[in-house]
């Protein structure tokens, strides 16, 4: 039987130990500071604050701090030791892979390449199956976020598509910073002399450490260390809600896989080349699904010839405040069909002194239903919304894949040559 009350408060002891360390924190601040630009990036583009830097920040420790403790509780359970997954070489071919391309920057590229690199090579001397592992969890992890949350406090954008067409859509690019507990694991002739051991069941860790040949009692250690998972993506063709729905399952399809063939290959070693293999192919052709399918899709946030359908409602503002969501189209203000905002500019202005509410009449695309409601205005006359893009709008950004370092300071050297 599984010792849970004695594993549990081990794993939340070191687990909270990290929040003391500056190591922590770092990440933190930088992720908070990535939000604050995308924020910057919206304000520029609609000229309103929108959604706090700061909240984001917040809300996103939140949920990386509950993703980290499940994650850090099936790095435990599987077994796997920080101690054989190479974690410098890691993350210098991580950083190398970057420079190629930016998407690169994960550990499903860095995973196959150093366990290809072991398996072929000898080198580096790093287990295959704890570093696949590792991989599959950490995807799990993240796609469960993406699922549960990816598509909380969205930026909107206006994009241009590779048909030049301006059309609205989301930037769904989101950052966890969140504290992990991994094992770290040794070998001790007399593991009574350690305090605080827990007699662990036979079956555990389903994924053996690679020295267990040597001599004495096999030990395992928590040790807390910080991450940051990340997820990009813009949601164009469908809302970010059924965008983050169908991502976060594709990428649990994915992680489930591979764990399976990393703990396979723990048992037979020839398992460990297809799981090497799976791991940045099987990475790409999540992504190239969800790019296919936003590619087959007709952008959904562009203009209705019924009225002025809304890009982004702000939340607890007046249109929000009466149910008005995000994909909805405005038909009538106060009886006059409006279709851009210069319409509901004219409409207000045409509004008798002192008047504190309008009659608004919108489509809620979601069920279809026509609805009427009262709308109170605020001291700033504004109504808290962005519309799809319009004829005149000049504001916009370039969809872009991935960017390549090496290829843009190539380009640059060239013209400094020439």
Excluded at 102 to 110: G, I, V
Excluded at 373 to 397: C, F, M, N
Aim: hydrophobic share 50%; proline share 6%.
């Amino acid at each position: 039987m599984f010792p849970i009350f004695d594993f549990l408060p081990l794993v939340l002891t070191s687990f909270l130990s990290i929040f003391g360390e500056v190591v922590f924190w770092i990440p933190l601040i930088i992720v908070g500071l990535l939000y604050r630009k995308m924020t910057k990036t919206s304000f520029y583009l609609f000229g309103t604050p929108g959604e706090s830097p700061w909240r984001l920040t917040l809300s996103a420790a939140l949920f990386g701090i509950l993703g980290g403790f499940l994650g850090s509780c099936l790095l435990i359970l599987i077994g796997i030791s920080v101690n054989e997954i190479g974690g410098i070489y890691l993350l210098l071919t991580a950083l190398g892979l970057m420079l190629i391309q930016q998407r690169f920057l994960c550990f499903a590229y860095a995973g196959g390449v150093l366990s290809l690199s072991s398996l072929i090579l000898g080198f580096p001397q790093i287990s295959v199956p704890q570093v696949m592992a590792l991989v599959a969890v950490l995807h799990l992890v993240e796609a469960l976020l993406i699922y549960f949350t990816g598509s909380i406090a969205v930026l909107p954008i206006y994009v241009a598509t590779k048909e030049g067409r301006i059309v609205g859509g989301y930037n769904l690019q989101k950052f966890w910073p969140m504290p992990l507990v991994v094992l770290f694991a040794g070998v001790y002739p007399d593991p009574e002399i350690i305090k605080g051991i827990v007699s662990m069941p036979e079956w555990w860790p389903l994924l053996k450490p690679s020295f267990t040949v040597l001599e004495g009692e096999m030990v395992y250690s928590l040790l807390a260390i910080p991450a940051v998972l990340g997820y990009g993506d813009v949601a164009i063709s469908l809302t970010p809600r059924e965008k983050t729905r169908l991502a976060g399952w594709e990428l649990a399809g994915y992680s489930v896989l591979l764990l399976f063939l990393a703990i396979g290959a723990s048992y037979d070693p020839f398992l460990a080349y297809p799981a090497a293999l799976f791991g940045p192919l099987g990475h790409e052709l999540v992504i190239y699904l969800g790019r296919q399918r936003e590619a087959r899709g007709e952008p959904f946030f562009v203009s209705s010839p019924r009225g002025l359908k809304l890009l982004y409602v702000r939340r607890k503002s007046p249109l929000a405040k009466v149910g008005v969501k995000a994909g909805d189209i405005l038909l009538t203000l106060n009886g006059v069909a409006i279709h851009d905002t210069q319409e509901i500019k004219e409409s207000k202005a045409g509004l008798p002194e002192g008047s504190k509410t309008m009659k608004l009449e919108y489509l809620a695309v979601a069920t279809g239903e026509q609805k009427k409601v009262i709308v109170e205005r605020e001291k700033d006359d504004s109504l808290g919304y962005i519309p799809v893009p319009q004829w005149h709008t000049s504001a916009y950004l370039q969809v872009m894949t991935s960017v390549s370092p090496l290829k843009n300071w190539w380009q640059k050297l060239r013209k400094r040559l020439s």
